[in-house]
Structure formats: structure tokens, C-alpha cells
């Protein structure tokens, strides 16, 4: 559980690294690498279609997400990947 802080889907679809890095800098207030580890940004950085920024993330007791995606088959699910 956390609180939503920043969405970025307005991404540059130029894959030039510096704006990339300039446009997340701008929507999070942090670096791209202060945030994201991959071997390959552009590689990762095409890979998603949007970005959430979160705070205060804290423990959540209730179903895991496979837990959800398996008593909700059928239903469309969005992977978010947390940093």
C-alpha cells in the first residue's frame, strides 16, 4: 500500500536517452539510474507504456497479486513493476 505521488504516459518516443532521462527527471524529481537498474535503459525503458511514482509504501496483509490473478482469470491485468 502507498500513496500515488506522479504518472508519467507522456514518454518521448524519439529512445533518445538524455530526453528520457531529462522528462523522468522532470515528472519524479529523481535521476533515471537513481531509480531504475537495468543492464539496458533503452531496453527496459521500451518495454513499458507508463511510469507511477509512490511514496510511503508500507506492508499490505491482503492477496498477493498471482493470488488476484488467479481467482480473476479472464480479467485484464496491468503488470506494474515497483521501485
Known amino acids: 500500500m502507498g500513496n500515488l505521488a506522479a504518472v508519467w ?26 531509480v531504475l537498474v537495468s543492464g539496458d535503459p533503452l531496453a527496459l525503458y521500451a518495454f513499458w507504456d507508463g511510469y507511477l511514482g509512490l511514496t510511503d509504501l508500507r506492508p499490505h496483509a491482503g492477496p498477493a497479486v498471482a493470488e488476484l490473478k488467479q481467482k480473476n482469470r479472464g480479467t485484464q491485468v496491468f503488470d506494474i513493476v515497483l521501485g
Open 9 to 34: 504516459t507522456d514518454i518521448p518516443d524519439d529512445r533518445d536517452l538524455a530526453a528520457i532521462r531529462e522528462a523522468f527527471r522532470q515528472v519524479f524529481g529523481h535521476g533515471w539510474d537513481e
